[in-house]
């Protein structure tokens, strides 16, 4: 009988099996409880401060296009170096003490064994679910890395980018147009900061320097959000706390936040891929959910660290 089961184990672990050595049962064997932890601090969190949900998601994004999703960004600076989470461009990464409550749990439950890298990944998938989004399986078994420097974070896209240096830096990823586009939509939830986006409402009071893509009404909206300074918050759409096609909407009345995300809407090449999303969500969630699984595996590395602490190498 335990022969049989651990056939029918080792048959399934075969089967899940990806080429990179992931695997959706990473940690079946020697953690198996690990979801469902990181499931409930998601959940509990969320559910006395639901705006977190945007964070974990752009903390995923942040982590894997520097270096990799090896939670590069949760390392902290030290007397001789600066990392990546010191960097200006941290300023809406929140819900690090969720991934921290999480890591306390695993390492009572099964020490040394989920990789923050993973935590992260994992926290997004939840963060995205509890915002009503789509929920999908990933593969599991990222190791930690141990480099975190504040000048690659260069290489995350400015608010600024027009959509020719989207899929330029997306695609350095092994994004195509369409994958970008429904990564874009991760803005469903969440707000922007008048920083990042004042750079539209230069001379605001001469009608020729407001950049022309914006709709007339919604231009003086984040002019008036902007009169409370460069940290005042815009929600990117009608809906900031829930995860569904309404960013899309937004772009297509013209009421994109950033220029990056605007952009979208008025580039031919993106265009009707926004319109399909804004027409229908169940084919963004479709395909927000393959980006996020493919997002999720760039550059992991296979051998490394299981961080103890998620803020320092071992
Ligand atoms: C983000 O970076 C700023 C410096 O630019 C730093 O003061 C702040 O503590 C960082 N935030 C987090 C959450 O690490
Ligand atoms: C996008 O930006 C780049 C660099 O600033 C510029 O060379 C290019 O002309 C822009 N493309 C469009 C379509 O505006």
């Not at 809406?92 to 923050?116: F, H, M, T, W």
């Given at each position: 009988?335990?022969?049989?089961?651990?056939?029918?184990?080792?048959?399934?672990?075969?089967?899940?099996?990806?080429?990179?050595?992931?695997?959706?049962?990473?940690?079946?064997?020697?953690?198996?409880?690990?979801?469902?932890?990181?499931?409930?601090?998601?959940?509990?969190?969320?559910?006395?401060?639901?705006?977190?949900?945007?964070?974990?998601?752009?903390?995923?994004?942040?982590?894997?296009?520097?270096?990799?999703?090896?939670?590069?960004?949760?390392?902290?600076?030290?007397?001789?170096?600066?990392?990546?989470?010191d960097s200006p461009a941290n300023l809406?990464?929140?819900?690090?003490?969720?991934?921290?409550?999480?890591?306390?749990?695993?390492?009572?439950?099964?020490?040394?064994?989920?990789?923050?890298?993973?935590?992260?990944?994992?926290?997004?998938?939840?963060?995205?679910?509890?915002?009503?989004?789509?929920?999908?399986?990933?593969?599991?078994?990222?190791?930690?890395?141990?480099?975190?420097?504040i000048?690659?974070t260069?290489?995350?896209?400015?608010?600024?980018?027009?959509?020719?240096?989207?899929?330029?830096?997306?695609?350095?990823?092994?994004?195509?147009?369409?994958?970008?586009?429904?990564?874009?939509?991760?803005?469903?939830?969440?707000?922007?900061?008048?920083s990042s986006?004042?750079?539209?409402?230069?001379?605001?009071?001469?009608?020729?320097?407001?950049?022309?893509?914006?709709?007339?009404?919604?231009?003086?909206?984040?002019?008036?959000?902007?009169?409370?300074?460069?940290?005042?918050?815009?929600?990117?759409?009608?809906?900031?706390?829930?995860?569904?096609?309404?960013?899309?909407?937004?772009?297509?009345?013209?009421?994109?936040?950033?220029?990056?995300?605007?952009?979208?809407?008025?580039?031919?090449?993106?265009?009707?891929?926004?319109?399909?999303?804004?027409?229908?969500?169940?084919?963004?969630?479709?395909?927000?959910?393959?980006?996020?699984?493919?997002?999720?595996?760039?550059?992991?590395?296979?051998?490394?660290?299981?961080?103890?602490?998620?803020?320092?190498?071992?």
């Amino acid at each position: 009988m335990t022969t049989l089961m651990s056939i029918v184990v080792t048959m399934i672990a075969i089967m899940f099996r990806c080429s990179n050595g992931l695997s959706m049962n990473y940690y079946m064997m020697n953690c198996p409880m690990a979801e469902f932890i990181i499931q409930n601090s998601v959940r509990s969190a969320l559910t006395s401060d639901p705006t977190l949900a945007a964070g974990l998601i752009r903390m995923h994004f942040h982590d894997c296009f520097i270096q990799g999703c090896d939670a590069s960004i949760l390392l902290d600076s030290t007397d001789d170096n600066k990392a990546e989470k010191d960097s200006p461009a941290n300023l809406s990464l929140r819900g690090y003490e969720i991934i921290d409550d999480a890591k306390q749990q695993l390492e009572n439950q099964c020490p040394g064994v989920v990789s923050c890298a993973d935590i992260i990944a994992m926290a997004a998938r939840e963060a995205v679910f509890f915002a009503r989004g789509p929920y999908y399986d990933i593969p599991k078994g990222r190791k930690d890395g141990t480099r975190s420097k504040i000048e690659d974070t260069r290489n995350l896209p400015p608010p600024t980018l027009n959509t020719s240096e989207l899929i330029k830096m997306f695609g350095q990823h092994g994004f195509n147009a369409q994958e970008m586009v429904a990564l874009s939509g991760g803005h469903t939830l969440g707000v922007a900061r008048c920083s990042s986006f004042k750079n539209r409402l230069k001379n605001f009071d001469s009608k020729n320097d407001v950049d022309p893509s914006i709709d007339s009404q919604f231009v003086k909206m984040l002019a008036r959000t902007c009169n409370a300074g460069d940290n005042a918050e815009q929600p990117f759409d009608m809906t900031r706390n829930m995860f569904d096609n309404g960013y899309y909407n937004a772009l297509q009345r013209q009421a994109g936040v950033l220029s990056s995300d605007q952009t979208l809407m008025a580039d031919p090449r993106t265009r009707p891929i926004v319109n399909g999303y804004a027409m229908n969500q169940a084919m963004f969630f479709m395909d927000f959910q393959r980006a996020m699984v493919k997002m999720g595996l760039l550059d992991v590395k296979e051998t490394g660290q299981v961080r103890q602490n998620c803020h320092k190498n071992n």
